[in-house]
């Protein structure tokens, strides 16, 4: 990750990223920034999104997916109370099939996450001015108005 003065350097991430929980219209299932409350079912996620860390922190019967197609099908289904999904991922899923226009999401997100380039040690000690490039460069491209605009097609 890139750092300064030891600490990770959040001025040079490459973008930001939300999770969020998505759930029915007429769900009684909460979430307020700590807990999420009435969940008697499982909340879908993606296999492999890291969401699911902060899911079973809390307890929460949990159910993996390989898809936000699928978790939204299953939220539909009545299979699920809910679920977490990068919001990214979810508004391009909800905003391209009608079918799923009962299902609403909770404003407050679940996590926030700031995304970097990664590079290995082995790279950034043999090569310290170019992992130094690479970040600045990401960060950049993170920033543009170019990126920006491609991004927007996918935020609501």
């Known amino acids: 990750y890139p750092m300064r003065n030891g600490k990770l350097d959040t001025q040079r991430k490459n973008s930001d990223g939300s999770y969020y929980l998505y759930i029915l219209k007429n769900s009684t299932v909460t979430w307020d920034g700590e807990n999420i409350k009435n969940a008697l079912l499982p909340i879908g996620f993606n296999l492999g999104f890291s969401i699911s860390a902060l899911l079973k922190k809390q307890n929460i019967k949990v159910l ?89 097609k996918y935020k609501d």
């Open 64 to 152: 993996g997916n390989s898809s936000v197609s699928a978790n939204m099908d299953m939220l539909l289904a009545g299979r699920l109370s809910g679920v977490a999904s990068f919001k990214m991922a979810a508004e391009m899923v909800l905003r391209k099939n009608k079918r799923y226009n009962s299902i609403i999401k909770i404003p407050t997100p679940l996590k926030y996450k700031p995304y970097f380039t990664i590079l290995s040690h082995q790279f950034v000690k043999k090569n310290p001015e170019l992992a130094e490039k690479i970040w600045d460069t990401a960060s950049e491209v993170g920033r543009s108005s170019d990126y920006q605009i491609i991004i927007k």
